[in-house]
Nanobody, 117 residues
Framework: QVQLVESGGGLVQPGGSLRLFCAASGSTFSIWSMGWYRQAPGKERELVASISSGGSTNYADSVKGRFTISRDNAKNTVELQMNSLKHEDTAVYYC???????????WGQGTQVTVSS
């Protein structure tokens, strides 16, 4: 049973930084992509950033240059460093792992990020 546990959300002022952390368990994640999605009130869930098993990264245009995704394959963790945060970054952020061979995925429970002065 794959489990994802997120942490690191919170309240931050515009221009500030937060680091999200996701720990995965229940499998060997060497063939899994890992990523972060977010969902703001009244909006659909959207991709923020992902990193493949080979280390290739993909970012939403809205966060390019401000967010950085990284993973530690030895620890089965994925992190999202968020800098220069804006009001529009406010959302629930979800960790996601995607099995690149089997084509299935799992979600974390979500962590709230609020950017407000």
């Amino acid at each position: 049973q794959v489990q994802l546990v997120e942490s690191g959300g919170g309240l931050v002022q515009p221009g500030g930084s937060l680091r999200l952390f996701c720990a995965a368990s229940g499998s060997t994640f060497s063939i899994w992509s890992m990523g972060w999605y977010r969902q703001a009130p009244g909006k659909e869930r959207e991709l923020v950033a992902s990193i493949s098993s080979g280390g290739s990264t993909n970012y939403a245009d809205s966060v390019k240059g401000r967010f950085t995704i990284s993973r530690d394959n030895a620890k089965n963790t994925v992190e999202l460093q968020m800098n220069s945060l804006k009001h529009e970054d406010t959302a629930v952020y979800y960790c996601n792992v995607y099995n690149e061979v089997g084509g299935y995925y799992y979600w974390g429970q979500g962590t709230q990020v609020t950017v407000s002065s």
